[in-house]
């Protein structure tokens, strides 16, 4: 079975433009006690993902996933 990578980020971003939430972001600790969104996912399992990527390729930095309620 081939996974056609080009459909999966079409679909993607029709769900975003379509004003579906991205629920889970990637945030990364800054030594200020701030905190910078790497990046917002629809999936749990993306964002988790995306984390290990992070930490491989900056171990030396604090990343955190966490679920974004929007405030309304």
Known sequence: MNFDFHRFERQRFTD??????????????LPTLQSLIVGRFTSRI???THYSFMKRL?????????FDVPLE
Do not use: L
């Open 58 to 66: 900056y171990p030396n930095y604090f990343f955190e996933v966490m």
């Open 16 to 29: 975003f433009s379509k004003g579906r939430a991205a629920d889970w972001c990637v945030i990364r600790q």
């Open 46 to 48: 993306e964002a988790e």
